[in-house]
């Protein structure tokens, strides 16, 4: 379909794709005009991007499932041993189909290994060699099905975020080593679903811990596929909570700390994020500020930042104001299988179920408004890299004082910016002038800039710091040339470096191509084996894997510019 610009690099160009996007883009435009005007403005300019637009005020974001207190055990008890493990998957295939049609983004597993076993244990299932066995072809297909099946008309995959590596019981592991064979080992075209491994000492970091080779299958993976990313629970963020409370959502959310109960990520989500435009801000404050030195243009960004923020918590609130007054009836997946914290079958009103959610305030392009402000990129100088800290501290603090003062769970999220890494810097272009604009896209959150050719593990260091912060949701990634394969050694020094510098969540990318006529898979424009130049990329900018020909404009310029980190 020409001429429809996806917001997302997962849909597919087809007829009825393009009727879903036009019939969004109608909805975008009417609640434009509903909503408070500012914050309709702030987004129309581009200063601000309201997410998943055409949501606004009818659902909530993205989930991670409370499995196993919706669970129809009764049901299963009847069933035989291999008809339990089928209608186990069956039973989340059916959930992961609902839901999708019930909130805009994915939906996480937090602990599938362990989840997994805790239902078969329940249902009187023995880890016998065949139930294993079926076990493993259940999984397969499973994986099979999330990689190919399309949500939405056909148009969006399923983000779908698998947590796994920390049960030590036989199923729990065999989950875990099913799960990562059959990703490490398909074929370049398989990109879903997302899987996380938490790594955690005592359990599956050191040689001696039960899970250790789990963790082996899990660098052996990701040295092929990129995938798994890992959730460093030893690191400073996480040290502090129950590592089985904890799971990533999505391609970077983290839902923990929670106003109404315990820190846990299980049964709750987020509710809807907006991302802030740093390098608009900065252009303003530079093209009024020419004359005034680098502390005074610092501070006058704060406080434009903080003007911005107000807006922008007054249009979370409303929206979660307008999805509190829901029914619960609007929500059917989660009323039939409770997955949300709380009691959605009985509440009086979803208010009740929706404030254990997050509102993220979110923010793109931190070193571009560093590089405006001061004339460095922020990793240039020890000072800038101080200014750039304490900024996103200052974000912290604020995001802080509205969870305090309005008695819910705001949080900061460094955005990923799938579509406004292009849509902002084409707004700013039209006001501004500055060599920053003119890559084309903005650098995700608070990034090195993609080609700043540091070390993996100056980019860690550097990065690091700013994880603790962001308590929405963050990733670091180390940028290799080419597929690292055997040299599992590799990623398991970043992974170490990563827990001492205090980085939550860590992805290894490099670019995988691969020809389409004889499967050939490497770094090249034309094959050495055939001499094919029908070529696949497979590349990872927003969190998830992705096929470079369906990336939006603004993450193709990005890969264009990208250089490794060595
Ligand atoms: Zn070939």
Redesign the pocket.
Known sequence: MKGIQFDNASQRKTYVGAVYEIGTDAIKKQILSEIDPEAADLHRSGKIHLHDLEAYGKTYNCLTLDLLKGFPFERFEQYSDSRKIMETFNYFRRMIVELANEQSGGMGFANFDEDISRIFKRCSLSPTDYNLITLRENIESFIDWINNARERCGQVSYYVSLNLGLSENDFGRAVSKFVLEYFGNSSPEYIRPNIIFKVKSGINHDPKDPNYDLFQLALSSTSRKMVPTYLLCDSAPNINVDASKIGIMGCRTRVVQNEFGEDTTIGRGNIDYITINLPRIALEIDSMNRDSDTEERIRLFKEAWLETANSVKLSLLDRYNRLSQLDVEDFPCNSAHNLWLGDVQNCRSLNEIFKNGTLSIGFIGLSEAIEILTGKRFYESQETCDVSLDFVRFMRQTVDRFRKENGLNFSLLATSGEYISGRFPDLDAKLFNHPVIEKGFYTNSFHANVDSGLSPFDKIRLEGPFHILCNGGCISYVEFSSAPLTNTLAILDIINVAVKNGVSYLGINFPVDS?L????SGVFDQ?P????NKIKRIRRVSGYLEDLEFFTKGKKAEVATRRSNK
């Open positions: 020809c006529s004889c499967g050939q094959c084996n055939c001499g094919g």
